[in-house]
């Protein structure tokens, strides 16, 4: 399957050495993200530190471990989409537009979020954790 992350499911990852990145590193699906993520992520490190108990640079090592599964969805992507994402995303949370306008832009399966929010846009399918948890158990 192929997901586009967002931020929060990438934290968690970053945060815990937990299903959720052994999904990441070790599953056959494939992760997609704006590079939008790498900004918004960089500005939780201390947050990711606190939770963590890991050093920046454990941090960083692992950081660098995660984005070595993911591929990096092109800005012009993004962008071709990013009018219909703001219209989805208007009432719900203006800081995902990127994350949806990659997914409208990509052929994928959805999102994976944490955010509850999100399954009130009707544009692209948003899995929570436990469902691909579930998934990658049927995989």
Known sequence: MR???????????????SAVRGIIVGSNHEFLVPTHLIDEAREHLDEVEEKSGL??????????????????????QVLSKWEEAEKAMKKVDE????????????????????????????????????????SSDRA
């Open 3 to 17: 997901f586009v992350l967002d931020t929060n499911v990438f934290l968690k990852a970053l945060i815990k050495n």
């Open 55 to 76: 050093s920046r640079s454990e941090i960083e090592s692992v950081m660098n471990t995660l984005l070595g599964r993911i591929r990096f969805v092109e800005e012009d």
């Open 95 to 134: 800081d995902d537009i990127p994350f949806v306008a990659a997914a409208l832009a990509l052929r994928c399966d959805g999102i994976w979020s944490d955010d509850r929010h999100l399954k009130r846009q009707g544009k692209v399918k948003v899995w929570t954790t436990g469902e691909v948890v579930g």
